[in-house]
């Protein structure tokens, strides 16, 4: 088979919805990750006209600066020179990717590959979270917090809860997994041309999404997932196709609603500890975190500190589950502020869909960082920078 220019699009893509949060090489398997990345970018740089963006260059460089400098000047708490190991290699990644296809190639291509992964995640789900099969190549494997039932495609479970019973997909964690099953819907419903699909494969795409979102039974993600449709259905550029959408969208969050209120995800979630809900120790590291954030808000305790367990101990928590709040306790409120307004700005740049669309898009931002650490994660790193206006066949 002839390899062509699209071929090596979708291949660096891939590479990079694996460093988004693949619990087999992103989380255990990190310097392969690194490897991959790099070889990804490699692979760009030999197959593109290499044209990088001031404006990303400085970008980029500037927040890699600033959070060297919130660990300077915190040289007492240590440096974990792995961590920025990493993230040189993640924006290397990102600036180069971003001059080598457009955003709309970008979220065509990751939307595709997110539903690739529901699909299989959905038949492993049922496989083996449902039916308690055992799925192909699945093994235990640990790492210095926990042990993991998983494969390179699936995670079952954890040492402590064997099998989640709920669809985690590839990632560590059916909340994480929510998270870019979430954006991918937003990114298929928000395509003017429905990324060439079909009307009949476009409808089973959305179905598939929303499905697979349903079988997380994330908190989060039923909240995330109205967002989600609501946002799209206030969504300003009117035509034909719009209306239809706008009412599909309402169609589907009553539908929600009703499965909601069948359920109870969101209200046993918020129950409480008594109930085994999530909602207290989410607050409790939210209120932690930032607590911690606010005793130190220049510069935080240092973004590359190696003292992080024991600051978050002095809050009572063992691993923070907030994103925001993690980051701010790491690298101080300012530079926080300065990054969710550029945030804003990236995105009110790339979704031009009027102030109340972006709002919802900012919500469902706001919501998927402050449940999960994924504050720095590649799919939110790319949102910040400018992508190539140049669309390569």
Same mark, same amino acid.
């Given at each position: ?6 071929? $090596?699009?979708?291949?660096? #893509? ?17 310097? /392969? ?10 692979? $760009? ?11 990303? /260059?400085?970008?980029?460089? &500037? ?56 699909? /299989? ?16 190549? $699945? ?7 926990? &042990? ?8 079952? &479970? ?51 999404? /929303? ?7 994330? +908190? ?6 109205? #967002? ?73 305790? &240092? ?51 009027? +102030? ?19 504050? $720095? ?17």
């Amino acid at each position: 088979m002839k390899i062509k220019r699209t071929h $090596m699009e979708y291949l660096c #893509v891939f590479i990079g919805v694996l460093g988004m949060g693949s619990l087999y090489f992103q989380i255990l398997r990190m310097p /392969i990750m690194i490897v991959m990345l790099l070889g990804a970018s490699f692979i $760009m740089v030999y197959c593109n006209n290499f044209q990088l963006t001031k404006t990303n /260059i400085r970008l980029y460089m &500037g927040l890699i600066v600033s959070l060297v400098l919130t660990s300077l000047i915190n040289y007492k708490n240590g440096f974990r020179i792995n961590e920025l190991i990493i993230l040189v290699t993640n924006v290397t990644y990102i600036v180069i990717l971003q001059d080598f296809i457009s955003f709309r190639k970008f979220t065509k291509i990751y939307t595709q590959i997110m539903l690739a992964e529901a699909m /299989i995640s959905l038949m492993c789900f049922v496989w083996g979270d449902i039916l308690g099969k055992s799925i192909p190549f $699945m093994k235990l494997e640990f790492n210095r917090l926990n &042990g993991f039932y998983l494969t390179p495609f699936y995670t079952l &479970g954890w040492a402590n809860n064997p099998v989640f019973g709920r669809n985690a997909g590839m990632f560590n964690e059916p909340g994480s997994h929510q998270i870019f099953l979430n954006f991918a819907l937003l990114f298929l419903l928000c395509a003017d041309d429905n990324f060439d699909m079909k009307p009949s494969r476009y409808r089973a795409s959305i179905i598939l999404l /929303i499905i697979t979102i349903f079988t997380t039974l994330s +908190t989060t993600g039923f909240i995330c997932l109205g #967002v989600v449709l609501l946002t799209v259905s206030l969504k300003k550029r009117e035509n034909d196709r719009n209306t239809k959408l706008k009412l599909a969208a309402l169609v589907l969050l009553i539908i929600l609603y009703v499965v909601e209120s069948q359920t109870g995800v969101i209200q046993t979630k918020i129950a409480g500890r008594d109930s085994g809900g999530s909602f207290y120790t989410r607050y409790n590291d939210t209120l932690g975190g930032f607590s911690g954030a606010f005793q130190n808000p220049i510069a935080g305790i &240092g973004y590359f500190s190696t003292n992080k367990t024991q600051s978050l101990q002095h809050y009572g928590i063992d691993n923070i589950s907030n994103g925001l709040a993690s980051f701010a306790m790491n690298a101080g409120i300012i530079i926080t502020i300065v990054l969710l307004i550029m945030m804003f700005k990236s995105l009110s740049k790339k979704m031009p869909y009027g +102030t109340v669309f972006i709002i919802g898009v900012f919500i469902l931002y706001f919501l998927c960082v402050n449940s999960e650490g994924v504050f $720095m994660n590649l799919l939110f790193l790319s949102m910040l920078g400018d992508w190539n206006t140049r669309e390569i066949a």
